[in-house]
């Protein structure tokens, strides 16, 4: 069965405080790993597709990387505005369909 | 293009009452998702239209969940006698298929709450 874990659950972060996120997933057959920002109350925004090991993508302060088992969210000196919820999910069919993991929760504080 | 638009935001509700969610997927993509997500959770797919056909509905899809996407244009989601367990927010995406690339754009949600 397709499983997808991001780590950790939440982060604090002070501002200016560079860290990462991790989604680690089980799949039988990848066609994209996706990763969304979700603000309380909010439908997800999407930010990146990744297809292929090795790939990376950066946008403003975030960058995103994939490996065979799991792809990263770096968060370069995040600002306030960054707090939000961040989201991976992959999808194993044509049609577009998305699993997604649970999320990580990130508050960055001036 | 105004993004994928959903109606209404919120929805209060008794237990046992019948609700219909709508949604507007943006106008040029032909693909169109429901997915439910509860409080901690990500979002869980419930059930896809290509044009307007239904080509897969997710075993969370109980048959009190019926979902229409008359024309190939927007969509309804009907709950019938609704349970405190079908609380959450439901959320509608479109994508195209016209493009290799094909990222789903997500609405703002309807947040259901059955009381």
């Known amino acids: 069965e397709d499983q997808v874990t991001q780590s950790p659950e939440a982060l604090r972060l002070q501002e200016g405080e560079s860290s990462s996120l991790n989604c680690s997933y089980t799949?039988?057959?990848?066609?994209?790993l996706f990763w969304y920002r979700q603000d309380p109350g909010k439908g997800p925004e999407f930010l990146f597709t990744?297809?292929?090991a090795g790939e990376e993508k950066e946008k403003e302060r975030l960058k995103a990387t994939l490996t065979k088992k799991e792809s990263f969210l770096h968060i370069t000196a995040p600002k306030p505005e960054d707090s939000a919820t961040y989201l991976c999910?992959?999808?194993?069919?044509?049609?577009?369909?998305?699993?997604f993991g649970a999320g990580t929760q990130v508050v960055v504080t001036p | 293009d105004t993004g994928v638009s959903q109606d209404p935001r919120h929805k209060i509700t008794k237990r046992g009452q019948n609700v219909t969610f709508r949604c507007d997927p943006i106008?040029?993509?032909?693909?169109l998702y429901w997915y439910r997500q509860t409080l901690g959770q990500g979002p869980e797919f419930l059930t896809y239209?290509?044009?307007?056909?239904?080509?897969?509905k997710s075993r969370l899809l109980s048959d009190r969940f019926s979902a229409e996407r008359p024309k190939g244009s927007f969509s309804t989601l009907e709950i019938q006698r609704t349970e405190q367990g079908d609380s959450a927010m439901y959320l509608c995406?479109?994508?195209?298929?016209?493009?290799?690339?094909?990222?789903?754009?997500f609405g703002q949600g309807t947040r259901l709450t059955v009381v």
């Open positions: 239209f290509q044009n307007e056909a239904q080509l897969e």
């Open positions: 995406a479109s994508s195209t298929t016209d493009r290799v690339d094909t990222e789903a754009f």
């Open positions: 106008s040029e993509h032909n693909r």
């Open positions: 999910a992959v999808r194993t069919d044509s049609w577009g369909k998305l699993q």
């Open positions: 799949v039988s057959g990848l066609r994209g």
């Open positions: 990744l297809y292929s």
